[in-house]
């Protein structure tokens, strides 16, 4: 799966992918865009009347008959009509300014909320890819306008095509030939800048691992998380160097480009100008032969400057449009990401009331991307009830066991059931609710207490009491009622009047979430290696009460944790070495023994 993701990224090409970036707009805001089409009408109606107007107006002045009493009153009706329209026009932009903004929140809002259920589907196998890193990061930059700057501009181009074509056709009534010469002599400036348009597109393309990498070097630099370290190690002016060194080869690179542009954009846009006064001198001269009025030349003249501000406006839409579609296409490329489909199509529902023992049949397990397996030939049992303990050394393969538990990754050989059923088979937020873990690196929410611990179970409904009671159990209790807030508190430094608290009172604030939870299989992956000795004590001591005697699965390097569990496996390069109680495997020969029987071993 992760690997045709990989080749589809590869394929991503410049094509401009308007049709579905219409359909996304029309989903997200169809009363609007309905609205922003009618308004480049009026729009468009409204400037070729003005102009025309005023064309008329100036014929109307320079035939004047001083005898006639009639022409100050026509002058004066053209004025009018001339300045109505003019007013008409404005009015009609500023409204369409309006409905764009309105539309462009209505997309974003629908865009965001589509990136965000995307990337909550998506297994976590797309969490190691690099590449999905760089179509994330540019659907990101891509923000949630970048579709609605898109369908703006298309709309504004198909407003300047119509406007063009009004102003080509006022051109053609005083004389035909001056279009094809125009036509000649602007048209290379439109085809310059698509052109260089899609150059520096394919560019930011290639440059999305480079500007990645260098926006988290600049993420390091100013963030909490990495601010003890960079102090501690001095690696300021080293990782500033190298985000310098970076932006430094982006800008050469880009420079280039821009050079090469700058010079064929000056030759065009002095085509253009030749073109102009090629066109005036050939009116001017057809003015003095009488063939062409003066109100031709002022036609010519205001309406010359508009063709060609819309014929920049054209290209310059066109090169909005490239420029952003890289952004939309990893929009799209990003939508049509799908977590791994189930081969069930049925999927079983788990008994409730009923004691269920959780198996791992053989199972094998390599990480997309890795040339050796991690997990090899697996078989372990979970009963009902009883807490297992899993032992190995670093890097043995015990936290993938765990994600394969919590079906965060599949086998790639062999099966995982839940009362003899395939855990494939069983509806996958079902089968999550089973489960209950606290990861090695769990999260530190900067929420409130209380939502730190709800997120353990969210669709139970809120219960003080039961979120006091997980955090009593968890040890957390004592710290939380030292706050002014109590449950109340925000956690964190994020936001105003968080919290910080020291990595054990977060781990406690962490296994308060797994125990509040209503899952039948709680997972403790070194849950308690930031606890003291005596909360780690307290917490193992009356263990199986604390679980309310669900099952537990217990990872832990200390004696003095795994030593309650009902039986126990000892993993060793992937995989199982030795299984039996503590006092069996400590009187075996073998790796257990040799970890915790000696002196100076973890107790
Ligand atoms: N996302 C990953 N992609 C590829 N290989 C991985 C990934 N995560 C872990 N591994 C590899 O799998 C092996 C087992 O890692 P795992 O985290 O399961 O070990 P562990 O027994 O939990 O170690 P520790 O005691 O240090 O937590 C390691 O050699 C590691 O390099």
């Not at 009363?31 to 480049?40: A, D, K, Q």
């Not at 001269?285 to 003066?294: H, I, L």
């Not at 179970?457 to 039961?466: G, L, T, V, W, Y």
Request: proline fraction near 2%; include cysteine.
């Amino acid at each position: 799966m992760i690997n045709i993701f990989t080749e589809k990224v590869k394929k991503l090409t410049t094509n401009l992918n308007l049709k579905k970036t219409f359909l996304l707009v029309l989903k997200a805001s169809k009363g609007w865009l309905f609205l922003s089409v009618m308004m480049i009408f009026t729009e468009t109606i409204l400037f070729l009347g003005s102009i025309y107007a005023l064309k008329i107006l100036v014929d109307k002045i320079s035939h004047v008959n001083l005898a006639d009493k009639n022409s100050e009153s026509d002058v004066i009706k053209y004025v009018l009509i001339a300045a109505l329209l003019a007013v008409g026009y404005a009015i009609a932009k500023a409204i369409s300014a309006y409905i764009t903004e309105v539309q462009a929140t209505k997309v974003a809002h629908y865009i965001d909320e589509k990136i965000h259920l995307t990337a909550i589907s998506l297994d976590l196998s797309y969490f190691e890819s690099p590449d999905y890193y760089d179509v994330l990061s540019r659907a990101k930059e891509a923000g949630s306008d970048r579709p609605n700057l898109v369908i703006t501009t298309m709309l504004e181009i198909a407003k300047n095509i119509l406007n063009l074509a009004a102003v080509g056709s006022l051109i053609f009534t005083i004389n035909w030939l001056l279009l094809p010469l125009l036509v000649a002599f602007v048209l290379p400036t439109l085809f310059v800048r698509i052109f260089f348009s899609n150059k520096q597109n394919i560019w930011r393309i290639k440059h999305t691992p480079l500007e990645r990498k260098s926006a988290y070097l600049s993420n390091l630099l100013t963030s909490d998380v990495s601010a003890k370290e960079i102090r501690a190690f001095g690696l300021g002016n080293y990782l500033n160097n190298l985000y310098k060194k970076i932006r430094v080869e982006v800008f050469q690179q880009n420079l280039k480009l821009s050079y090469k542009r700058t010079l064929s954009e000056t030759v065009t846009t002095s085509m253009a100008s030749m073109g102009f006064f090629a066109c005036i001198g050939y009116i001017a001269v057809g003015t003095v032969r009488g063939t062409t009025s003066v109100g031709d030349i002022v036609l010519f003249l205001v309406i010359f400057p508009q063709s060609f501000t819309l014929i920049q406006n054209i290209s310059s839409g066109i090169s909005i449009l490239y420029h952003n579609n890289i952004f939309i296409n990893s929009i799209f490329e990003l939508f049509n990401l799908k977590a791994e489909e189930s081969e069930a199509t049925n999927f079983k529902s788990i008994s409730k009331n009923i004691d269920l023992d959780l198996e791992f049949k053989n199972v094998s397990f390599t990480y997309p991307h890795a040339a050796k397996a991690t997990l090899t030939n697996i078989n372990l049992k979970i009963p009902s009830g009883k807490i297992i303990a899993i032992v190995g050394l670093n890097g043995a393969g015990k936290s993938t066991l765990i994600k394969l538990l919590c079906k965060l990754y599949k086998p790639n050989l062999g099966e995982i059931t839940l009362g003899e059923v395939n855990i494939n088979e069983l509806d996958e937020s079902d089968y999550r609710n089973q489960i209950s873990p606290v990861f090695q690196d769990f999260s530190k929410y900067n929420v409130s207490v209380e939502d730190n611990i709800r997120f353990g179970n969210i669709s139970k409904p809120f219960a003080e009491e039961d979120v006091i009671d997980a955090a009593k159990k968890s040890g957390a209790h004592n710290f939380i009622t030292q706050f002014p807030n109590q449950y109340k508190t925000m956690m964190g430094r994020l936001f105003e009047d968080g919290h910080e608290v020291s990595i054990g009172q977060w781990q406690k604030l962490a296994i308060a979430r797994a125990l509040f939870s209503s899952a039948r299989i709680l997972i403790f992956d070194e849950a308690t290696s930031a606890l003291d000795a005596v909360a780690e004590k307290e917490l193992y001591d009356s263990f199986r009460k604390r679980i309310d005697n669900r099952s537990a699965v217990i990872i832990s390097h200390r004696h003095s944790a795994i030593k309650h569990a009902d039986y126990i496996y000892v993993l060793s390069g992937g995989k199982i070495l030795q299984h039996g109680t503590d006092t069996e495997l400590l009187n075996m020969e073998g790796d257990y023994a040799k970890l915790f029987k000696t002196p100076n071993s973890s107790t």
